[in-house]
């Protein structure tokens, strides 16, 4: 079974600062996807970014990025020039597919607020 | 395009009645999923599907149940609703591995 560890419930970070949500898995498949969600207080889930476990290279998308590592089963979030619109839930996520199953696993969150 | 959509958004129940959540996709997704969340918790799988006709659980089963009969719809009942079923459902859809879709989400308030 899968598992997704966000060790930080609550973080804070100053407008235009950078920040890093950190997040662990363990698990015993070899191919997958790793995920961040955001969740502002209007409750949809909005995909932050995304990385696919065989590419070695770390996945960016504008003033997010990621630091994967797979040996040590880390995929952490990198947010730069942080912004009030920022301000949410992030969730990691695990998602494997085979052709019997379908599971994802989410970890518990870390609550970011972004300070003016 | 629609993508994901969940109806009721909003339902308050008394202990003991039953419900039915629907959610509907137009993506032609195979696989569909119903999570929970809790207040300051993660979402947590009820049930998934792999397809149409197929069903499976997840890691919290236990008082609901599924059917897929239409590749586009994904339902989720409440035989007999418990307080402790009190949350917001999601439901998701993916073609394969990938971004999964959420829907808006339904509370569902149980007294």
């Known amino acids: 079974a899968q598992t997704v560890t966000q060790s930080q419930p609550e973080m804070s970070v100053q407008e235009a600062e950078t920040v890093t949500l950190s997040c662990t898995y363990d698990?015993?498949?070899?191919?997958?996807?790793l995920f961040w969600y955001k969740q502002p207080p209007s409750r949809q889930m909005i995909l932050v970014i995304r990385?696919?476990?065989?590419?070695?290279q770390n996945a960016t998308e504008n003033r997010f990025s990621v630091n994967f590592q797979k040996a040590a089963k880390s995929f952490s979030l990198k947010i730069s020039d942080s912004q009030l619109g920022d301000t949410a839930m992030y969730f990691c996520?695990?998602?494997?597919?085979?052709?019997?199953?379908?599971?994802?696993?989410f970890g518990d969150g870390t609550t970011l607020t972004v300070k003016p | 395009n629609a993508g994901v959509t969940q109806t009721p958004k909003f339902r308050v129940l008394k202990t003991g009645q039953s419900m039915t959540l629907l959610c509907a996709q137009d993506?032609?997704?195979?696989?569909m999923y119903w999570y929970r969340q809790d207040p300051g918790m993660g979402l947590r799988l009820i049930h998934y599907?792999?397809?149409?006709?197929?069903?499976a659980k997840g890691e919290v089963p236990d008082g609901y149940n599924v059917s897929r009969l239409k590749k586009q719809n994904f339902l989720l009942g409440l035989e007999s609703a418990a307080p402790s079923q009190t949350s917001v459902y999601f439901c998701?859809?993916?073609?394969?591995?990938?971004?999964?879709?959420f829907g808006e989400g339904s509370r569902l308030t149980v007294l």
């Open positions: 599907s792999v397809g149409e006709g197929t069903t």
């Open positions: 996520a695990f998602i494997y597919h085979n052709t019997n199953a379908g599971k994802s696993t």
């Open positions: 698990t015993s498949e070899n191919n997958y996807y």
């Open positions: 993506m032609n997704h195979e696989y």
């Open positions: 990385q696919e476990a065989y590419k070695q």
């Open positions: 998701a859809s993916v073609q394969g591995p990938g971004e999964l879709f």
